[in-house]
T-cell receptor, first 114, second 115 residues
């Protein structure tokens, strides 16, 4: 595996379910990110982890719970979601969190909440 | 306030003709600038980046962009479009915000390439 991988690629869940999204980066980076991509909206940064420590949480509802057990893995735990949470969830990683560091993205998980 | 404006939400070109995707930014600081591409059902891929070195930046797949500070622009160009270039393109500004870095994403430009 190379780059950034995400599983599952597609997920359909009911509002009462609990599920988790997984992200793994094979680039030796030390920062990881969760984004939400919805139609007609700019990409929304949800969480940032640097050296396994959460450094940014952009007012995300508590029904989204991130976990970063090590610098290569990032999870997003989901529970009691709402239909408006349906979106493409993208994971990214970067070498650092400074201004010039580009982010490398995974293919995303297409989430549908019914 | 920092912002990014992609001036066209949709651009349609014929195969073999030039591509121009326009991006203007507003920033109080010297920014880093990126262009990303997203093909259908795929993640975002970095095309190129500007980080205060040469103002003309060459990227992958024949794309390039020129940073023009006087015009606060970072337009993406390609001399000859290929069918495989059909995708969504995002202009991104990276600015320092205190001790943190902030990425500001444009809304995207959908590029269609006609045979």
């Amino acid at each position: 595996e190379t780059g950034v991988t995400q599983t599952p690629r597609h997920l359909v869940m009911g509002m009462t379910n609990k599920k988790s999204l997984k992200c793994e980066q094979h680039l030796g980076h030390n920062a990881m990110y969760w984004y939400k991509q919805s139609a007609k909206k700019p990409l929304e940064l949800m969480f940032v982890y640097s050296l396994e420590e959460r450094v940014e949480n952009n007012s995300v509802p508590s029904r989204f719970s991130p976990e970063c057990p090590n610098s290569s893995h990032l999870f997003l735990h989901l529970h009691t979601l709402q239909p408006e949470d349906s979106a493409l969830y993208l994971c990214a990683s970067s070498q650092g969190t400074g201004q010039g560091y580009e982010q490398y993205f995974g293919p995303g998980t297409r989430l549908t909440v019914t | 306030a920092q912002s990014v404006t992609q001036l066209d939400s949709h651009v349609s070109v014929s195969e073999g003709t030039p591509v121009l995707l326009r991006c203007n930014y507003s920033s109080s600081y010297s920014p880093s600038l990126f262009w990303y591409v997203q093909h259908p059902n795929k993640g975002l891929q970095l095309l190129l980046k500007y980080t205060s070195a040469a103002t003309l930046v060459k990227g992958i797949n024949g794309f390039e962009a020129e940073f023009k500070k006087s015009e606060t622009s970072f337009h993406l160009t390609k001399p000859s479009a290929h069918m495989s270039d059909a995708a969504e393109y995002f202009c991104v500004v990276s600015v320092n915000a205190g001790n943190n870095r902030k990425l500001i994403w444009g809304l995207g430009t959908s590029l269609a390439v006609n045979p």
